[in-house]
């Protein structure tokens, strides 16, 4: 079994498409750093909330229709983000027999797919959200509106279909020269090699650590 992980490239190399790429990818951290703050305010919010509830029998007011306004934002704001790092679940009982240009056009394949499921799922939720915006739309407690989260849907798979694009761009590259480095996608690794990078990103030098048992006392 593979896994995949982000091709981390130098400042200045990859050329257009890797200056596009670090573009992009420096607002998709952004947008998954508003999703993470929102995950962590929600989890305060539903302490502060139970607190509340038991100690003094005090909930917050609109608690459930602050929960549904926000469950968008922390969940698709991270969408673009989580597909450059090649973190969503990949079926790769195939896969893991293709190598070189096999690989890559069966990768071009599947970006092509996904550009078209998220272009459909892309008017759909703007058509919904403006007919929210439209309607005036808003949760049953304390009335907050609905289009402002709704349209979250859209401007995430917006930036998804971007980075779709910027996939295309780098597997239509590989497909024609298979032996170039892979910009702009996720790199395709072993889990030997996920595992062995997770340890070094923790600060753990292996091969450090394997000299100092050999010559500690025995």
């Given at each position: 079994?593979?896994?995949?992980?982000?091709?981390?490239?130098?400042?200045?190399?990859?050329?257009?498409?890797?200056?596009v790429?670090?573009?992009?990818?420096?607002?998709?951290?952004?947008?998954?750093l508003?999703?993470?703050?929102?995950i962590f305010?929600?989890?305060?919010?539903?302490v502060a909330?139970?607190?509340?509830?038991?100690?003094?029998?005090?909930?917050?007011?609109g608690?459930?229709?602050?929960?549904?306004?926000?469950?968008?934002?922390?969940?698709?704001?991270?969408?673009?983000?989580?597909?450059?790092?090649?973190?969503?679940?990949?079926?790769?009982?195939?896969?893991?027999?293709?190598?070189?240009?096999?690989?890559?056009?069966?990768?071009?394949?599947?970006?092509?797919?996904?550009?078209f499921?998220?272009a459909v799922?892309?008017?759909?939720?703007?058509?919904?959200?403006?007919?929210?915006?439209?309607?005036?739309?808003s949760?049953?407690?304390?009335?907050?509106l609905?289009?402002?989260?709704?349209?979250?849907?859209p401007?995430?798979?917006?930036?998804?279909f971007?980075?779709?694009?910027?996939?295309?761009?780098?597997?239509?590259?590989?497909?024609?020269?298979?032996?170039?480095m892979?910009?702009g996608?996720?790199?395709?690794?072993?889990?030997e090699e996920?595992?062995?990078?997770?340890?070094?990103?923790?600060?753990?030098?292996?091969?450090g650590?394997?000299?100092?048992?050999a010559?500690?006392?025995?």
């Open positions: 079994m593979k896994g995949t992980t982000a091709v981390g490239l130098p400042p200045g190399e990859g050329g257009l498409l890797g200056a790429d670090r573009v992009v990818h420096l607002v998709e951290r952004g947008t998954a508003i999703s993470g703050f929102g305010a929600m989890m305060l919010l539903g909330q139970i607190l509340m509830r038991k100690l003094l029998n005090l909930p917050i007011l608690y459930i229709d602050i929960v549904e306004i926000m469950m968008t934002f922390l969940v698709f704001l991270g969408l673009a983000y989580t597909e450059r790092l090649g973190n969503h679940i990949r079926m790769e009982i195939f896969l893991n027999y293709m190598k070189g240009r096999t690989l890559w056009l069966f990768e071009l394949v599947s970006v092509i797919v996904g550009l499921v998220c799922l892309m008017k759909y939720s703007w058509d919904h959200a403006i007919r929210a915006y439209n309607s005036g739309d949760t049953i407690d304390i009335q907050l609905w289009w402002p989260s709704k349209m979250v849907v401007a995430s798979l917006a930036l998804l971007i980075r779709l694009l910027v996939s295309l761009w780098g597997y239509l590259r590989l497909v024609i020269t298979p032996g170039a892979p910009v996608v996720p790199e395709i690794i072993d889990v996920q595992a062995r990078r997770d340890v070094e990103a923790a600060g753990v030098d292996l091969n650590n394997e000299e100092g048992k010559d500690g006392p025995r």
